[in-house]
Structure formats: C-alpha cells, structure tokens
C-alpha cells in the first residue's frame, strides 16, 4: 500500500510539474528531473530564474 502511494504522488508531481513547464513554454521532458535528487534543486532554481518563452514581449512584467 505504500508503494501504491508512492508511485500516485510520485505520478501527480510529474504530472504537475510537466503542465507548469508547457504553460512556461519550456518542454514538457524536463520535468524528469524532478526525479535525480541535488539535480531536481538546481533545475527549480534555473527554471525560476531563467526566461520563459511564454512571456508576452510588450508587456512590463518584473523579473
């Protein structure tokens, strides 16, 4: 049963994380390395502050 939970919560995060990057513009593959730990912690901070190619070029947005 603990296993099952798991793989579910493991499942949901990949899942969420891919939806966050297609709205960002990024692709959707990055979001395997939610899964290599130390690796999982730098790319959430290069994605935070990287630029996204979503963004609307007219518009004043603070980054």
Do not use: Y
């Not at 966050?20 to 502050?49: E, Q, R, S, Y």
Request: overall charge positive; some cysteine.
């Amino acid at each position: 049963m603990e296993a099952f939970l798991i793989a579910v919560f493991v499942v949901f995060v990949l899942w969420l994380g891919s939806r966050i990057l297609d709205k960002a513009g990024l692709h959707k593959t990055w979001v395997f390395c939610l899964l290599i730990p130390v690796v999982n912690i730098i790319m959430i901070w290069v994605f935070a502050f990287s630029r996204w190619p979503n963004l609307k070029p007219n518009v004043k947005q603070d980054l």
